[in-house]
């Protein structure tokens, strides 16, 4: 009895948590829309559509922060083999890759009025393209096996080995493109940013910020119940016998 | 045995059954050259094109070797139990890592040397600075092998799913690939003083996946 109710009032909470969680990503969704939308004034030079940096680099933040938190997971998972570490590293690595892909499809709307190109070989760009590449691999791995432990090795494997990679990747993009010439387009530079501006870029990274917690908890729930179905589907004798 | 012993061990074994059955040679050696003649077609017949493009050729044929040839290495274990024996051989995990992949590198360095036969005759590359250039190859086909051989034991298990294993692999080399490209063209054309930092980066990238592969390897094979 106490062990059901303990249950039934963890889920409670957790249920609570979650939505809490679910309105406060929306609030502040919703707050950082007004104030890149209509209280930080247009770009000097690009105009309105500028305003497409307050998701682009909010969407980016995410895809970093995700792998890094599949990166951190899988080094957990690989020292506890707790499969609550795989259930994280995979509801990370999943987010991760939407955003990545969201980052690189807002960059590239930005990129086609404002260089005159929907694509150029910068380094972040290339880079953050490397990136969604590997992690997108990493979600392929999860998919070759049914065999639980097998497949949070690998996937472990794949996510420490794809972070470390990133910064290689990186430098080795930096330095190719130093050989080539610069895209002769306008570049953002280090302008000086102004305060509304600056308040409704930061206010986008933190509402991204929660929508990722929010996600998370939903995909963390989803992964247990998925692991609860695959239990009880392959003990049905155990579990009536409970 | 010393970890470097085991490995050899591994290394000798995997390079007597190549030799044996000639599957470097016989298969992969084709392999490259009709993907040399397919990027002819792509790119030619203008001889200005193909001379920018010839080292990027050369570095494209050699990395779709490097995946077929990972994934062969661990192929001729699953037969007769020969993974289990591994597994249970009273030796370090980490050195059939290094053992696969010492003898990955050897095979595709054969393999190099006729690839740039062939680039220098069909797209008339030429090989100002050797020395630079093979340290290029060598350093360079030793992080593809590393990557190749930390993986291609979960290649081998997706014998159903077959484009994983090149889509896992090629983002992650892409390292590899920009750095050969660029220091084989350096090499090519005789500025050999700044393809020392291009070298740099290859050696900076197989210390990193070696190493992280002799830390690693034990899970993949275990599970």
């Known amino acids: 009895m106490a062990a059901t109710a303990e249950r039934a009032l963890g889920k409670a909470i957790s249920r609570n948590g979650e939505r809490t969680l679910g309105i ?24 309105e559509v500028q305003r497409i940096m307050y998701v682009h680099v909010p969407a980016a933040w995410l895809a970093y922060l995700s792998f890094f938190v599949v990166f951190v997971a899988s080094i957990a998972y690989l020292k506890t083999k707790k499969t609550r570490w795989d259930r994280v590293a995979a509801a990370s690595a999943e987010i991760g890759v939407l955003f990545t892909a969201l980052a690189i499809a807002l960059g590239m709307l930005w990129g086609k009025p404002v260089w005159g190109t929907w694509w150029t070989w910068d380094p972040r760009l290339t880079t953050t393209a490397v990136l969604l590449l590997i992690y997108v691999g990493y979600l392929a791995v999860r ?76 995909r963390l729930r989803v992964g247990r119940l998925e692991e609860r179905e695959a239990r009880e589907a392959l003990s049905p004798i155990v579990e009536v016998e409970r | ?71 062969r290495a661990y192929q001729v274990e699953t037969e007769d139990g020969a993974l289990e024996g591994l597994l249970l051989a009273p030796i370090d995990k980490a050195a059939v890592f290094l053992g696969k992949a010492a003898a990955v590198t050897l095979e595709l360095l054969a393999l190099v040397l006729a690839v740039l036969v062939l680039v220098v005759l069909l797209f ?57 490209v660029r220091a084989t063209d350096l090499a090519a054309s005789g500025r050999s003083s700044e393809v020392l930092s291009w070298l740099g980066l290859l050696a900076a990238f197989d210390v990193v996946f070696l190493s992280v592969g002799v830390l690693v390897f034990g899970y993949l094979l275990e599970d």
């Open chain 2, 124 to 180: 008339d590359l030429s090989v100002t600075s050797p020395l630079l250039m093979i340290a290029a190859f060598v350093l360079g086909v030793v992080g593809l092998a590393a990557v190749g051989s930390l993986f291609g034991v979960v290649a081998e298990s997706a014998r159903t799913r077959e484009a994983i294993f090149p889509m896992l692999v090629l983002p992650l080399v892409a390292p590899v690939l920009i750095s050969g």
């Open chain 1, 24 to 47: 406060a990503a929306l609030a502040a969704l919703a707050v950082s829309a007004v104030l890149s939308l209509v209280v930080a004034p247009p770009d000097a030079v690009q105009g």
């Open chain 1, 143 to 218: 998919r070759i096996t049914d065999n639980p432990s097998r497949r949070a090795t690998w996937a472990a494997v794949v996510g420490i080995v794809g972070f470390v990679d990133v910064p290689i990747v990186h430098l080795s993009v930096v330095w190719w493109r130093s050989l080539h010439q610069g895209p002769t387009v306008l570049r953002l530079g280090a302008p000086e940013i102004e305060g509304t501006m600056l308040l409704a870029l930061l206010c986008g990274v933190a509402a991204f910020t929660i929508t990722y917690a929010y996600l998370m908890t939903l």
């Open chain 2, 1 to 71: 045995m010393t970890l470097a012993g085991q490995a050899s061990v591994i290394a000798r074994k995997d390079l007597v059954i190549e030799v044996r059955g000639r599957h470097a040679l016989g298969t992969l050696l084709p392999f490259a050259a009709t993907v040399l003649i397919a990027f002819g077609f792509a790119f030619g017949p203008g001889r200005d094109v193909l001379d920018r493009v010839a080292p990027g050729l050369l570095w494209m044929a050699v990395l779709f070797s490097a995946v077929i040839a990972s994934r």
